[in-house]
């Protein structure tokens, strides 16, 4: 069709569909021509010829479906849809259907009054649809419309009194978030303080720090990051920093400032200087109080100031103090009587490690196989919450971590009040419960190795209710166990420890006894077995650190040579231990098998003669006895001659061990980020009616940091955020309530005087939709 040559017979002011067709369309209506004759002609508002002339285009193969739809300005999909109506149902098929409801809607006045009825009787939504025969939508519509006719006919009835003035409230009176309105106007996003003159300074080296300034300001992105800093505080990593690193060196972006920026980005799950990136600068600017948040590479230069000051190890300390001290305003948990100050866990973590540096080797219980990595040792509270970290020497066991941080402890505890300590079995050794009993700790951990059941006539209900008023109970037995010193096990001198003992299930629907030692008298059975079973919350946050804070990141590529001449187990000493294992199992088997061969030598069969044994019949059988004999001799002699450990420095030369200060650092970063989180989501179940606090405490505060909102500061020495409602009323209504109980807090925004002041706007509309 196309291939003729088009004729100059088309109107003007036409939209031409390839060679062959123009189409004219106004309000009058529109004309397809082809080749300059008109073939098609509808008055406006006749879209079925319209749609016909469009699929006969298509049929005709005049132009390509996407440039017919592009001129009668539909969607290539609808042009489909037209000609497969046209094909199956005719030129009916085109007709427009009718939309909205197909039917009277069923919300009468009659239905509308049930609605009311059986809702003021307490009956939930779809209880209440059920009942009249309408969906959920329907019973909130007609609810939504009866309340709209009551409020205009109050507002239709209401006098037209002037309405009298109230007196401004004071600038230092907490007004409720819950319901306070939003009637400040605020310029929306404007452009933040300009800060070119101290930045221009800070080049010059005669800037000490950038001090926080804020503007008035809505719509800003990242406001309910404000909400963290009440629950930071009680944290004290800026005070603890301060106190430890004083301050670092003249620059724009001081101490507070990148500390709170690391922290903030931690909240939002960017913990590593690269995450910085991934977050709009400007935007937490705004919560920081300055035109723009630092960017990777100062992050990085600022964090290396720190750790290479050497005092991180100091700053922990200090951040465990501020933790456990009840002096200094940590939570004072797990006080109870008979001098216990609180209930520490201590365990190793693996953090593996897939560069390509030359790395030693640790077995990974959670990858199942070694794998090059480093360890950690771990200290955390009752609750699970990091409180403490150091950095294990490569290989060493858990024992002598633990008999390394028994001074730390001690001087983070401040007196010589006693602390209970829980670990698992790799801590393992009647020696260290002896020394770490004398020095005023008492041990909470599992018995290890076989040992013989305790008779079930001694096992009784034990109980616990913990701080949250839940009570458990189990079936329990108690009793008292001597433990053999391993270095005086020839003198017979044992210590002495109390042993919990349960019967759990084993495989094939048996059971079996699990038992768990400790120094302490003063606990109930039920309480020991309780603190014994918390200590898997160390393990909890691990996991989520892992998930929401890059547990396992590496912070800096920097690394050191490891000692060479460092002792190190020798590998061979193993694989010649192996061979003895073998020997001595091969000469036992040769050794019965001898046995077997001589009894039957001597043992003649009934009836037979006088038997003759001779020495060459004697050396024949004892002849493959004397061979095992000699390889066992020679395997020991082997295992024996083999150093037990060797100098690094043979066995892996070059090895490197990565860099420990900058991942101390982070890790202090991350565990304020984490008890700051966990502060929030117990006020969250302690503090609001959130119905789902327990399960959803969590999800409810990352996504209130990510909630936008306005930043006010027209009331002298406030800063006053006002977040925007939340996507559901009840998360909205229970942010409403948490920002109320950190408003009383009265905190100060750091390295300001400005105290913080927290609403939520438009809260009666959210509730209301």
């Known amino acids: 069709m196309t291939a003729q040559p088009p004729l100059p017979m088309a109107p003007t002011a036409t939209s031409l569909l390839g060679a062959a067709v123009s189409l004219v369309e106004n309000d009058e209506g529109g004309k397809v021509f082809i080749h300059g004759e008109l073939a098609y002609v509808w008055e406006a508002g006749d879209s079925v010829t319209r749609r016909f002339a469009a699929v006969s285009l298509m049929e005709l193969k005049a132009a390509v479906a996407e440039d017919i739809a592009r001129v009668f300005k539909v969607g290539a999909v609808t042009l489909y849809r037209w000609r497969k109506q046209l094909t199956a149902q005719g030129v009916a098929g085109l007709i427009l259907e009718q939309r909205g409801p197909k039917c009277p809607s069923r919300l009468n006045e009659k239905v509308i009054t049930e609605i009311v009825v059986l809702r003021e009787s307490g009956m939930s939504l779809q209880a209440v649809g059920d009942a009249v025969g309408v969906s959920e939508f329907s019973v909130r519509r007609a ?5 709209e006719r009551a409020d205009a006919a109050v507002v239709v009835a209401a006098p037209t009194v002037p309405e009298p003035v109230k007196p401004a409230p004071a600038p230092d009176a907490v007004q409720p978030a819950l319901w306070q ?5 605020l310029p929306v996003l404007p452009a933040p303080v300009a800060r070119r003159t101290e930045r221009s300074a800070a080049r010059a080296g005669q800037l000490v720090s950038a001090a926080p300034v804020f503007a008035p300001a809505g719509k800003v992105p990242l406001a309910g990051l404000f909400l963290a800093l009440p629950a930071l505080e009680r944290t004290g990593l800026l005070e603890c920093a301060k106190e430890v690193f004083g301050a670092l060196p003249d620059g724009f972006y001081g101490l507070e400032t990148m500390l709170l920026d690391a922290v903030l980005r931690a909240l939002l799950g960017e913990s590593r200087a690269e995450g910085a990136t991934r977050i709009n600068a400007t935007d937490l600017g705004r919560v920081l109080g300055l035109d723009r948040a630092p960017e990777v590479k100062t992050i990085r230069r600022k964090t290396d100031i720190m750790a290479d000051t050497g005092k991180v190890a100091e700053f922990l300390t ?3 103090k501020r933790h456990l001290n009840p002096t200094n305003g940590a939570r004072t948990e797990d006080a109870d009587g008979g001098g ?3 209930v520490l866990y201590v365990d190793g973590h693996v953090r593996a490690y897939q560069g390509s540096k030359k790395i030693g080797k640790v077995h990974s219980t959670r990858l199942k196989f070694p794998t090059p990595a480093t360890e950690e040792t771990w200290v955390s509270d009752s609750h699970g919450a990091p409180v403490f970290v150091v950095m294990a020497e490569p290989g060493t066991a858990l024992t002598k971590e633990l008999r390394t941080l028994l001074p730390t402890l001690r001087n983070i505890i401040g007196d010589e009040r006693r ?6 079995r790799g801590g393992w050794s009647p020696a260290l419960f002896q020394h770490m009993e004398a020095s005023g700790f008492d041990v909470l951990t599992w018995r290890k190795g076989k040992t013989g059941d305790i008779p079930e006539t001694l096992f009784v209900q034990a109980a616990h209710t913990d701080e949250h008023g839940e009570t458990r109970a189990w079936i329990a037995a108690d009793t008292i166990v001597d433990l053999p010193l391993a270095a005086t096990a020839t003198t017979g001198e044992v210590f002495r420890m109390r042993q919990i003992s349960r ?10 006894q699990i038992h768990i030692l400790t120094t302490n008298d003063d606990m109930s059975a039920g309480e020991v077995i309780y603190r014994m079973g918390s200590r898997w919350r160390q393990e909890n946050y691990f996991r989520y650190a892992r998930m929401h804070f890059d547990l396992d990141s590496h912070d800096t590529y920097g690394s050191t040579d490891d000692d060479p001449a460092r002792s190190v187990p020798n590998p061979a000493k193993k694989e010649a231990y192996k061979q003895v294992l073998t020997a001595r199992a091969h000469h036992h088997h040769v050794a019965a098998e001898t046995d077997a061969a001589m009894l039957a030598m001597k043992t ?3 009836g037979a003669g006088d038997i003759i044994i001779t020495n060459a019949m004697h050396n024949a059988i004892n002849a493959p006895l004397f061979t095992a004999e000699a390889t066992l001799d020679a395997a020991e002699a082997a295992h024996r001659a083999i150093p037990a450990r060797l100098p690094l420095g043979e066995l892996a030369p070059g ?7 900058v991942k101390l650092l982070t890790h202090g970063i991350r565990m304020a980020a984490y008890n700051t989180m966990m502060t929030l989501a117990r006020e969250i179940r302690t503090n609001t009616s959130y119905a789902r606090a327990s399960q959803e405490a969590h999800t409810l505060i990352r996504s209130a940091l990510n909630t936008s909102g306005d930043i006010d500061t027209t009331t002298p020495g406030f800063l006053t955020i006002r977040l925007n409602p939340l996507p559901t009323a009840r998360a909205t209504k229970a942010i409403g309530e948490l920002c109320d109980h950190l408003t009383t807090t009265e905190t100060r925004y750091p390295g300001t005087d400005l105290i913080l002041r927290y609403t939520i706007k438009n809260t009666k509309q959210a509730n209301k939709n």
């Open 143 to 147: 609810l939504a419309l009866t309340k």
């Open 181 to 185: 309105e939003d009637t400040t106007e």
């Open 318 to 320: 200090a951040l465990a």
């Open 340 to 342: 216990l100050l609180a």
């Open 419 to 424: 602390v209970l300590v829980g670990f698992d």
């Open 503 to 512: 019967i759990v299930p084993a495989r094939g629907g048996a059971t079996r």
């Open 604 to 606: 003649p069969a009934q």
């Open 655 to 661: 090895q490197q061990i990565l860099d420990t200060q």
